[in-house]
């Protein structure tokens, strides 16, 4: 992976991010028992609550352990691609998260800010250089 690559992955990353930290704030709302971080972080690694977001998480893992590979000449395509397709822009699209995504949007502002940066970044790397 180039230089340039990688720094593009790392807007790409920063992007998911962003949208992983708004949908974990939406699905722990207000409830009191999660105002705590560590009690939040608890239930985001076993709460079955925040399970759907598996998939989302484990594109961050691999983007962040491509990006940290120095051996690795991966290309960014697939990421983008996956990214894609949580957001129901691809095809194969995870019928569970889409729709927890979906009623996440739709109450909660964060989540469509979030959105809309990965939007942009996902259209701004996919344009060719």
Known sequence: MTEEER????ELATALKGLHRA???AEAGDDPELQNP?????????DPRFSWMGA?????????????DK???????????????LLGEEEGTQA?????????LQKEPDV???TGALR???????QPR
Do not use: C, H, K, N
């Open 7 to 10: 720094a593009r992955g790392g």
């Open 23 to 25: 949908l974990i704030r």
């Open 38 to 46: 560590y009690t939040l972080l608890f239930a985001v690694i076993g």
């Open 56 to 68: 989302l998480s484990q594109l961050i893992v691999q983007l962040e352990e491509a990006l940290d």
């Open 71 to 85: 051996e690795d000449i991966a290309e960014l395509a697939p990421f983008l691609t996956a990214a894609g397709q």
């Open 96 to 104: 569970e998260f889409r729709l927890r995504y979906l009623m996440a």
């Open 112 to 114: 469509a800010l979030a």
């Open 120 to 126: 942009r970044v996902l259209t701004r790397l996919a």
